[in-house]
């Protein structure tokens, strides 16, 4: 059974940052494109950021490109996504997901961590 588990959320400032992690379990994780999606309250989801399995390759969001920062550690089955410079348009709910890095669409997905950036 996949499992991943998101932490790291929570609430920030404008500018702040915040680091999410993901751990996945039930996987042969370095052999997966990895991947952050968000939803935002009454909106659709959002393709964050993704990763290929060497770590390589990247793709971010037009919305947070420069900002954010993808990264992972096969060795300890973790995924990350360093937020920094956060914006209250940020504020949603992150999901670690695995599927392509660069579209969409994914195969599975964790249970989310709640972002939220307010003054």
């Known amino acids: 059974e996949v499992q991943l588990v998101e932490s790291g959320g929570g609430v920030v400032q404008p500018g702040g940052s915040l680091r999410l992690s993901c751990v996945a379990s039930?996987?042969?994780?370095?052999?997966?494109?990895m991947k952050w999606v968000r939803q935002a309250p009454g909106k659709g989801l959002e393709s964050v950021s993704g990763?290929?399995?060497?770590?390589?390759?990247?793709y971010y969001a037009d919305s947070v490109k420069g900002r954010f920062t993808i990264s992972r550690d096969n060795a300890k089955n973790t995924l990350y996504l360093q937020m920094d410079s956060l914006k209250t348009e940020d504020s949603a709910v992150y999901y670690c997901?695995?599927?392509?890095?660069?579209?969409?669409?994914?195969?599975?997905r964790g249970q989310g961590t709640q972002v939220t950036v307010s003054s």
């Open positions: 990763i290929n399995p060497s770590g390589t390759l990247r």
């Open positions: 039930g996987i042969t994780f370095s052999n997966h494109d």
């Open positions: 997901a695995g599927g392509q890095y660069n579209t969409g669409g994914y195969n599975f």
